[in-house]
């Protein structure tokens, strides 16, 4: 029951996800004026706070029978009840969470005037997990696959040969690798749910744009994004063996490995839809401009633009979170590649620097007294309640000690500096500056910095609490002062005082005492 319960949750999970990420992305494109409208009932609206409870009701009962289902031997009858309750609550913090902020005449518009469009979506988020777990499903046989395992295998072997490696291989178990680093190439390994994938977001996408698209001409975007996909999979294999023989196995096997592929097929994707804005793959009616966006459209193409505030206070932490979800495939225990997440946010900051001017960074004593605060709640715990575990924060403090001096060092400047510049301005600008306002009224930039409603402060700062994971009772309590900070006069600039010199507090800590596991 407890396997089942997951698959099941893995499932439903992938199915959402993916669905609605295909109904926005082919929708806003195919029904720009639809989704334009959509977002002016979103903007008009306040949020429904009866509803958003209800989904964190709903949120607890999935994390209470998930827990029971993993942790928890319950009987067939009750692992049946306990099933039963983890879809209808996933189904009703699905429902709420939406309908908190979307209003249902909105939906229902959207929805008519889309058509089919989110069955197709639907079908597609079904098919996308079928085609990862295909072999698993359906047993499919050893022949079948191994077809696909020789070219991948030779292929493998070749490149490593032409790179000037030396090739070991063992044909019986379908390893290879090299005198040092080997992998064992199995099903996962073929490329065959990446091209299963793409064949199926290919082909959904050219059938939801199929009368701006020139047939047959267009098909040949499939079997070229197959080619592509089964090519990048080698070049992975390789890359991964690479850095396994490089004396670095776990970033090999604990990073690189489960997110390349990933990596790949996202790039493959949005290839094939730029490659169909081709106008050798359009239709003549769409490539002479028939199809060509109304007047409305400019509204969701400039939500992405310099002048949209919803963009300048988020899009810095949304840096931070996309920038740690590549350099995690070149990492296992040590982020090294952690100062590109400073380099990102600080090019982020660049582009919206006029806008940033507009607020007031000004701060005073307060902010850096409540920063003092924070730090020391935020070491309560271990120093007076529960000491750490001694092997607690080993791995990264080893990782550092066998880094060169300079490259320690080095590391340890960004690592300051993210904590202490970078983090604070992206996560005040997105909690304080964005989530508190926003909650208090639709038009946040008309909310002042001072002004806040219970509801708001408490919400805001439990958001940000959660994103702490086992310190969320922690992080509560830092949003609450960090708001508190900002609120008291209306400068943003006391919040982020107020989260550097926590930060900068707790990295000295770190520091003098090898807490690394703070980190």
Same mark, same amino acid.
């Given at each position: 029951?407890?396997?089942?319960?997951?698959?099941?949750?893995?499932?439903?999970?992938?199915?959402?996800?993916?669905?609605?990420?295909?109904?926005?992305?082919?929708?806003?494109?195919?029904?720009?004026?639809?989704?334009?409208?959509?977002?002016?009932?979103?903007?008009?609206?306040?949020?429904?706070?009866?509803?958003?409870?209800?989904?964190?009701?709903?949120?607890?009962?999935?994390?209470?029978?998930?827990?029971?289902?993993?942790?928890? +031997?319950?009987?067939?009858?009750?692992?049946?009840?306990?099933?039963?309750?983890?879809?209808?609550?996933?189904?009703?913090?699905?429902?709420?969470?939406?309908?908190?902020?979307?209003?249902?005449?909105?939906?229902?518009?959207?929805?008519?005037?889309?058509?089919?469009?989110?069955?197709?979506?639907?079908?597609?988020?079904?098919?996308?997990?079928?085609?990862?777990?295909?072999? #698993?499903?359906?047993?499919?046989?050893?022949?079948?696959?191994?077809?696909?395992?020789?070219?991948?295998?030779?292929?493998?072997?070749?490149?490593?040969?032409?790179?000037?490696?030396?090739?070991?291989?063992?044909?019986?178990?379908?390893?290879?690798?090299?005198?040092?680093?080997?992998?064992?190439? $199995?099903?996962?390994?073929?490329?065959? +749910?990446?091209?299963?994938?793409?064949?199926?977001?290919?082909?959904?996408?050219?059938?939801?744009?199929?009368?701006?698209?020139?047939?047959?001409?267009?098909?040949?975007?499939?079997?070229?994004?197959?080619?592509?996909?089964?090519?990048?999979?080698?070049?992975?294999?390789?890359?991964?063996?690479?850095?396994?023989?490089?004396?670095?196995?776990?970033?090999?096997?604990?990073?690189?490995?489960?997110?390349?592929?990933?990596?790949?097929?996202?790039?493959?994707?949005?290839?094939?839809?730029?490659?169909?804005?081709?106008?050798?793959?359009?239709? +003549?009616?769409?490539?002479?401009? $028939?199809?060509?966006?109304?007047? +409305?459209?400019?509204?969701?193409?400039?939500?992405?633009?310099?002048?949209?505030?919803?963009?300048?206070?988020?899009?810095?932490?949304?840096?931070?979170?996309?920038?740690?979800?590549?350099?995690?495939?070149?990492?296992?225990?040590?982020?090294?590649?952690?100062?590109?997440?400073?380099?990102?946010?600080?090019?982020?900051?660049? #582009?919206?620097?006029?806008?940033?001017?507009?607020?007031?960074?000004?701060?005073?004593?307060?902010?850096?007294?409540?920063?003092?605060?924070?730090?020391?709640?935020?070491?309560?715990?271990?120093?007076?309640?529960?000491?750490?575990?001694?092997?607690?924060?080993?791995?990264?403090?080893?990782?550092?000690?066998?880094?060169?001096?300079?490259?320690?060092?080095?590391?340890?400047?960004?690592?300051?500096?993210?904590?202490?510049?970078?983090?604070?301005?992206?996560?005040?600008?997105?909690?304080? $500056?964005?989530?508190?306002?926003?909650?208090?009224?639709?038009?946040?930039?008309?909310?002042?910095?001072?002004?806040?409603?219970?509801?708001?402060?408490?919400?805001?700062?439990?958001?940000?609490?959660?994103?702490?994971?086992?310190?969320?009772?922690?992080?509560?309590?830092?949003?609450?002062?960090?708001?508190?900070?900002?609120?008291?006069? $209306?400068?943003?600039?006391?919040?982020?005082?107020?989260?550097?010199?926590?930060?900068?507090?707790?990295?000295?800590?770190?520091?003098?005492?090898?807490?690394?596991?703070?980190?």
């Amino acid at each position: 029951m407890n396997l089942r319960a997951r698959v099941g949750a893995s499932f439903v999970f992938q199915w959402i996800v993916v669905g609605l990420a295909i109904f926005v992305i082919a929708g806003a494109l195919k029904y720009p004026d639809a989704f334009s409208d959509c977002l002016r009932d979103l903007a008009a609206m306040r949020v429904n706070f009866a509803l958003l409870t209800v989904h964190a009701a709903a949120l607890g009962v999935v994390i209470g029978s998930t827990w029971l289902l993993i942790h928890g +031997e319950p009987g067939f009858a009750a692992g049946v009840a306990l099933m039963f309750a983890w879809y209808a609550a996933v189904a009703g913090a699905a429902v709420c969470g939406v309908l908190a902020f979307l209003p249902f005449s909105a939906i229902r518009t959207l929805l008519q005037r889309t058509g089919w469009l989110w069955l197709y979506a639907s079908a597609v988020g079904a098919l996308s997990d079928w085609a990862v777990h295909a072999k #698993t499903s359906l047993d499919v046989d050893a022949t079948i696959w191994l077809t696909g395992l020789h070219p991948t295998f030779a292929m493998v072997k070749g490149l490593l040969m032409l790179l000037g490696h030396s090739v070991r291989t063992d044909i019986d178990h379908w390893q290879i690798g090299t005198e040092n680093f080997r992998v064992q190439i $199995g099903y996962g390994c073929t490329g065959m +749910e990446g091209i299963s994938l793409i064949l199926v977001f290919g082909a959904a996408w050219l059938f939801f744009f199929r009368e701006e698209m020139r047939f047959p001409r267009s098909l040949l975007l499939l079997p070229a994004s197959v080619v592509l996909i089964y090519l990048l999979n080698t070049v992975r294999l390789v890359a991964l063996i690479l850095i396994g023989d490089a004396g670095a196995p776990k970033i090999a096997v604990g990073g690189f490995h489960s997110s390349a592929g990933w990596i790949f097929f996202t790039c493959v994707a949005l290839g094939l839809v730029q490659a169909t804005q081709s106008r050798w793959l359009r239709s +003549e009616v769409a490539a002479a401009g $028939g199809y060509a966006p109304s007047p +409305e459209t400019s509204n969701v193409s400039a939500a992405f633009g310099a002048d949209n505030s919803t963009a300048v206070f988020l899009v810095p932490l949304l840096a931070i979170l996309a920038v740690s979800i590549l350099t995690r495939a070149a990492s296992a225990d040590f982020d090294w590649l952690y100062p590109l997440r400073v380099l990102a946010v600080g090019a982020v900051l660049w #582009t919206y620097r006029r806008r940033y001017r507009e607020l007031d960074w000004r701060f005073g004593p307060l902010g850096v007294i409540l920063g003092a605060i924070v730090f020391a709640i935020w070491i309560a715990r271990d120093v007076t309640f529960r000491a750490p575990p001694a092997d607690a924060g080993h791995a990264l403090g080893a990782a550092l000690a066998a880094l060169a001096p300079g490259r320690r060092w080095l590391w340890m400047i960004f690592r300051v500096t993210g904590a202490t510049i970078t983090v604070p301005i992206a996560e005040e600008l997105a909690f304080r $500056g964005y989530a508190l306002r926003r909650l208090q009224s639709a038009d946040f930039e008309r909310v002042g910095f001072r002004r806040y409603t219970w509801v708001a402060l408490g919400a805001s700062s439990l958001i940000f609490g959660l994103t702490h994971g086992d310190r969320w009772v922690e992080g509560t309590l830092a949003g609450l002062l960090f708001a508190a900070a900002m609120l008291r006069r $209306g400068r943003i600039g006391e919040a982020v005082a107020a989260h550097a010199t926590a930060n900068a507090l707790l990295a000295t800590w770190v520091i003098a005492k090898n807490a690394w596991y703070l980190w």
